[in-house]
């Protein structure tokens, strides 16, 4: 029973990745889902989410316009779309189911009920 990150590495800053969640013995169907990062020394924090059916999505200020987050409740996986990568962007990136099916869109750590392990996304200067 596990959320599987992949897709992190080393990119050039302008440059893009795209991360993927996949799930493992459990449903995201019916569940909101975010991505998360955390740099050294700083708290984790959401940087998208999205809701069960994708018609609700929320960005970090930090990411909006150069970050997309989607879906594929058939392939019970879930899509970040890195664009435009900056220094600050460097992190571990970690998917996230929220808590229950009632909360559409998480977006606090408060609302996460089951983590992916975490994958890192480096972006040099």
């Known amino acids: 029973v596990q959320l599987q990150a992949s897709g992190g590495g080393l990119v050039q800053a302008g440059g ?3 991360l993927s969640c996949a799930a493992s013995g459990l449903s995201l169907n019916n569940y909101g889902m975010g991505w998360f990062r955390q740099a050294p020394g700083k708290e984790r924090d959401v940087v998208a989410s999205i809701s069960r059916r994708s018609g609700t999505t929320h960005y970090s200020d930090s990411v ?3 970050f997309t987050i989607s879906r ?3 392939k019970k996986v879930v899509y970040l779309q890195m664009n435009s ?11 996230a189911r929220a808590i229950s099916t009632t ?10 009920g089951i983590w992916g ?4 996304v480096t972006v040099s200067s």
Do not use: F, M, W
Request: one cysteine or more; aromatic letters at 6%; a negative charge.
């Open 16 to 18: 893009s990745l795209r």
């Open 64 to 66: 909006k316009g150069r």
């Open 72 to 74: 594929d409740n058939a």
């Open 85 to 95: 990568l900056e220094p600050e962007d460097t992190a571990v990136y970690y998917c």
């Open 103 to 112: 909360l559409i869109v998480p977006r606090h750590l408060a609302d996460i």
């Open 117 to 120: 392990q975490g994958t890192l």
